[in-house]
């Protein structure tokens, strides 16, 4: 089991990028968090198997359709045993 701080770079609010990121993450058995952040960007706390966290990331790369990622930023930390994945409003 990995842990992953992440941090989406780009056109990432307002278009459903946590919801899908959400639907993803519990898809691929993944645990922790997504929320907005004040400076435009989405910011992620995601663990579980490293395989389901390298397709995750690859994701996350792209997002929705409508997404227009221009960076991701990528920290490994300690697992925080998260119980489930959910967005933070």
Known sequence: MKHFNITVIGHVQGIGYRWQAQ????FLGLKGFIEN???ATVYIEVEGKP???KDF???CKSGP???VVHDLQIDECELKEYTHFHIRH
Request: hydrophobic share 30%; charged share 45%.
């Open 57 to 59: 990331i690859e994701w």
């Open 65 to 67: 359709s409508n997404a």
């Open 37 to 39: 952040r004040p400076d």
């Open 51 to 53: 395989e389901k966290l």
């Open 23 to 26: 639907k993803k993450a519990t």
